[in-house]
């Protein structure tokens, strides 16, 4: 069949918009009309080129939601109209480290993700019979994408999908940091640093669970009242003050029970880890620094008690997690609304990376 695409070409250069070939499920795969699409940061970084694992020409977009309109042989779990959310982390709940129980990076598909393929090793996009790459195993700046059934987590059918296609990765990934990754109890102090897509929802499940004070930490003023409206307690300008950590530590009686980096910068990563408390503070790493940097603090940090560790989609199993963190929105326990500040077609998608860029967006979503 023939799909609306907007393909990648090269690094550094706008999408386009393109009818592509698709190819249709085979045996375990689901095939999927996209609805809507977020346009993520992790996008922008795999557009400009900075992505080791970055290969082009391709088919970004990783934060969708749609229906199933076929299933492959052997496809058990979805059925055709199911309303579903495509993984980027899968969960077969086979492998080694789904049967763990100890993280959420299942690694059943990874290798074949990781060179933008399906798991036989094909693409199932073309041009002129010349293979598209997948992206994330999602690719879902596509109107239409094959996936395997263990990368689609299906969901309720009243969930608007330009709202619920958020979950798909930036509300779970900072939901799900403070749930599933640090476990943030009530009365807790957290600091976040960078207040874009994933750290305010890092703030609002702050709130949710019950934290005492949720210091936010952003170079740009224009973040603050957005953040105060999903519970930030404190604002730290981090260009206004003489040191980030020393103010934070001044504000919480000795430093955070738990912080959260939320840019990808190794600055800020170090001062995250710094600004914790003795004995026991915690901070947890989201944000993906560029290729080749690296991480250092004094030894000393850790010696004494504490913890640095790192959360790759909020350490939420998707087929399981997903559903309910949709809940938790139809529910009224989430805000996704009001971080949707941008709503475009396809067409206009370049457009909302430029409107990343600028810092003007919080999400802009793409509608099919
Ligand atoms: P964003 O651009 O929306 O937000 C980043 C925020 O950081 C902005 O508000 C910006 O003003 C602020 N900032 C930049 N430099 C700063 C500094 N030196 N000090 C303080 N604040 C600063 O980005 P986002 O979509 O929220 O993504 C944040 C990071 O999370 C990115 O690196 C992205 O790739 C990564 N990410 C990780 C995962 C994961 O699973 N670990 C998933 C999605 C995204
Ligand atoms: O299992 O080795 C692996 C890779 C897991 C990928 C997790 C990606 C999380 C960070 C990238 C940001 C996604 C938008
Ligand atoms: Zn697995």
């Known amino acids: 069949m023939k799909t609306k695409a907007a393909i990648a070409w090269k690094a550094g250069q706008p999408l386009t918009i393109e009818e592509v070939e698709l190819g249709g499920p085979r045996a375990g795969e689901v095939l999927v009309e996209i609805k809507a699409t977020g346009i993520c940061h992790t996008d922008y970084y795999t557009l400009s080129g900075a992505d080791p694992e970055g290969i082009f020409p391709s088919i970004l977009g990783h934060e969708g939601a749609g229906v199933v309109v076929d299933v492959g042989p052997d496809v058990k779990s979805l059925k055709k109209n199911d309303h579903v959310i495509p993984l980027y982390t899968p969960e077969c709940r086979q492998c080694k480290f789904c049967l763990s129980q100890k993280t959420n990076l299942c690694q059943s598909i990874r290798s074949t993700q990781g060179r933008g393929l399906m798991p036989d090793a094909t693409s199932r996009f073309s041009i002129d019979g010349k293979p598209i790459y997948h992206y994330m195993g999602t690719s879902t700046f ?3 994408i094959v996936v ?3 990368a689609l987590a299906k969901i309720r059918e009243d969930a608007p999908f330009d709202k619920v296609c958020y979950i798909g990765c930036g509300v779970t990934t900072g939901v799900g940091a403070v749930l599933f990754t640090a476990k943030v109890e009530a009365g807790a102090n957290v600091v976040v640093f960078g207040l874009g897509g994933i750290g305010l929802n890092v703030i609002q ?3 949710m669970v019950g934290a005492d004070k949720i210091i936010g930490v952003d170079i ?3 973040r603050e009242a957005m953040a105060r409206k999903f519970g930030m307690t404190h604002f730290i300008n981090a260009k206004e003050v003489e040191n980030v950590v020393d103010a934070i530590i ?3 009686d000795g430093g955070a029970d738990y912080s959260f980096e939320c840019i990808g910068n190794t600055t800020t990563m170090r001062q995250a ?3 914790c408390h003795k004995g026991w503070g915690q901070s947890i790493v989201i944000g993906v620094a560029a290729a080749g940097q690296e991480i250092s603090t004094r030894p000393f940090q850790l010696v004494t008690g504490r913890v640095w560790k790192g959360s790759a989609f909020g350490g939420a199993r998707g087929r399981t997690d997903v559903p309910k963190i949709v809940d938790w929105y139809m529910d009224g326990k989430l805000n996704i609304d009001d971080l949707i500040t941008h709503r475009l077609p396809l067409e206009r998608i ?3 990376f430029d409107l990343m860029k600028s810092g003007e967006s919080i999400r802009s979503v793409v509608i099919y």
């Open 148 to 150: 395997p059934e263990i």
């Open 220 to 222: 740009n003023p224009a």
């Open 142 to 144: 596509s109107n239409y």
């Open 205 to 207: 499940a702050a709130r």
């Open 350 to 352: 370049n457009d909302g």
């Open 250 to 252: 001044g504000l919480t």
């Open 273 to 275: 880890l710094e600004c």
